[in-house]
């Protein structure tokens, strides 16, 4: 089971990496909202597949979030009440 958990969560941060990867070719730098969602995906991804998981785990991937309530309100209030029922 750890094995299988440690694979799916490389298979579901692959996607955050190789995006991150692709706007840092050179000088350029990731935006600072692409940052906050690939925390926020890294940790959702730990979150979802790893070997134990606890409900509080999920204010991990909820911190990044919180700075992105401005950006876009409606989606961090779904995700924050989702977060609730988990």
């Given at each position: 089971?750890l094995?299988?958990?440690?694979?799916?969560?490389?298979?579901?941060?692959?996607?955050?990496?190789f995006?991150?990867?692709?706007?840092?070719?050179?000088?350029?730098?990731?935006?600072?909202?692409?940052?906050?969602?690939?925390?926020?995906?890294?940790?959702?991804?730990?979150?979802?597949?790893s070997?134990?998981?606890?409900?509080?785990?999920?204010?991990?991937?909820?911190?990044?979030?919180?700075?992105?309530?401005?950006?876009?309100?409606?989606?961090?209030?779904?995700?924050?009440?989702?977060?609730?029922?988990?």
């Amino acid at each position: 089971m750890l094995r299988y958990s440690l694979a799916a969560t490389v298979l579901l941060l692959s996607p955050t990496l190789f995006d991150l990867w692709r706007h840092t070719r050179g000088d350029q730098q990731p935006s600072p909202t692409r940052l906050l969602l690939a925390l926020f995906n890294s940790a959702s991804a730990f979150f979802l597949v790893s070997f134990q998981v606890h409900e509080k785990s999920y204010l991990l991937p909820l911190a990044p979030l919180a700075f992105l309530v401005l950006d876009d309100p409606i989606f961090v209030g779904w995700v924050s009440v989702t977060a609730a029922f988990r």
